[in-house]
């Protein structure tokens, strides 16, 4: 095999992740629901069912499995969400203040690439974007209700950007898995994550925090971080696969600019999580999956710590809940439960034909809605399906589809303004990918 057209294709995968490594949004929180147009289509499972070199953006021990060669993919995702803040009654607010983030429609890159060390060793790099928070508001939610509620409404006058807040992550994952006996793969991945955060429109929380000159409108920052992923995947019976993969924290640098938004002193690392899967092959072209996976949001200071309350809001606050103080105000997100459940059908030769459905819990409790309002992360369904056709041995193409159905999640427990929220999304993604065997 020769070795200068591998490395121009990993090169070449490098520049085009970092040239659309831009703002994602959400689908299970941190998490995009699968990496590449194979995963997509069977709603992200693949923890015991590798299909390509994506495989350790979910499981490391998938390489082994899988043919030497590299895969490329584009995805274009259209999420559509809102908030709002109902103040009525409460001051001297008369109306209902909401709106539609206006960026609906993002890039989102995606490439893997593997060679054999020898028969049983495979050496791997995957690159992936995971997932994101963003909203862009064209009004200043949280201050045009505190304004209305104080007895001053805004002007007419709509600018751009009023409130919003992006996290861009692209991880950078080599792996290295090996087939230690016929029925037992093992991988292991350091993951390389750079981050973007931007915060803007939060000038109502200052007053909170410890810092008030960093909490919004401070520009993009960039961050850098690492943890590691490692799993395996065991044919438990001649038909059946069982997978296991865990991945630690990835561990980000302090944010800066933002050290008076994120507790501790601006940490907001990415969760560890685990998913624990099984693939049977039902019949000689049908094989049906199913993944678990529970993401620890809850052990992130920064998302999980509780939302301020009225009386907080009001100036009763203590040192350590300020906002980057040591236990500073979050955004009272929760773990999180993700159940996806799929069918891959072998149709001809060629052609192969996908479906899949996921489920996941809300990592958002319900009194802490109206905080969330920058992070509309509320589509539990989806639906989703593909097809790859194989042009020749050694080239394919793969579409991937994803649906999400439209979620809702409100609170009436007025815990800041006295208001209460509501959340809104729902989403469509669309990927195309090309596959190389060498």
């Not at 991945?189 to 000038?203: S, T």
């Not at 100036?315 to 993700?338: D, H, K």
């Not at 992360?377 to 041995?393: D, I, R």
Request: charged content about 15%; aromatic content about 12%.
């Amino acid at each position: 095999m020769p070795s200068r057209p591998c490395v121009k294709t990993v090169l070449l995968g490098l520049a085009v992740g970092l040239l659309y490594c831009t703002n994602a949004a959400a689908i299970n929180g941190y998490f995009l629901l699968g990496y590449g147009a194979k995963q997509l289509g069977v709603a992200g499972v693949g923890v015991a069912l590798p299909q390509d070199r994506l495989a350790a953006a979910i499981n490391p021990a998938g390489m082994a499995l899988v043919e030497p060669g590299f895969d490329g993919g584009i995805a274009l995702m259209n999420p559509r969400r809102g908030a709002e803040i109902d103040c009525r009654g409460i001051g001297a607010c008369d109306t209902v203040v909401g709106d539609n983030s206006r960026r609906e429609f993002f890039q989102i890159p995606s490439f893997g690439y593997s060679r054999r060390l020898d028969p049983t060793t495979t050496l791997g790099l995957t690159m992936y974007a995971n997932g994101g928070l963003n909203s862009t508001y064209d009004r200043a939610i949280f201050d045009e209700a505190a304004a209305r509620i104080a007895g001053f409404p805004p002007p007419g006058r709509i600018q751009k950007d009023k409130l919003g807040l992006d996290l861009a992550q692209f991880v950078f994952a080599p792996s290295l898995s090996r087939r230690l006996t016929p029925d037992l793969a093992v991988g292991i991945a350091p993951l390389f994550q750079i981050e973007r955060v931007k915060a803007y429109g939060l000038q109502s929380f200052a007053r909170l925090s410890s810092d008030p000159t960093s909490v919004s409108n401070r520009g993009a920052e960039y961050l850098f971080g690492g943890g590691v992923r490692a799993g395996f995947i065991w044919s438990v019976l001649p038909k059946l696969k069982f997978g296991a993969q865990f991945s630690s924290p990835i561990y980000m640098q302090d944010s800066i600019k933002y050290n008076g938004l994120f507790a501790q002193d601006g940490s907001f690392d990415v969760p560890a999580h685990f998913t624990l899967g099984l693939a049977y092959q039902l019949k000689p072209a049908i094989t049906l999956a199913f993944d678990y996976q529970n993401i620890r949001y809850g052990d992130i200071d920064a998302l999980a710590n509780p939302p301020p309350t009225l009386a907080e809001f009001q100036g009763n606050i203590a040192p350590e809940r300020r906002l980057g103080g040591r236990e500073g105000i979050g955004f009272g997100w929760r773990s999180q439960n993700v159940y996806r459940l799929a069918g891959l059908w072998a149709f001809n030769p060629k052609t192969s034909f996908r479906l899949g459905y996921s489920y996941c819990s809300s990592q958002l409790t319900t009194s802490a809605i109206l905080i969330n309002v920058p992070l509309p992360s509320v589509m539990p369904h989806k639906l989703t399906g593909g097809f790859t056709y194989e042009v020749s041995a050694q080239n394919a193409f793969s579409l991937g589809y994803m649906h999400g159905f439209s979620g809702e999640k409100h609170d009436n427990s007025t815990e800041l303004f006295g208001a209460s929220a509501k959340l809104w999304a729902s989403g469509d993604i669309a990927e195309l990918a090309w596959h190389h065997n060498y």
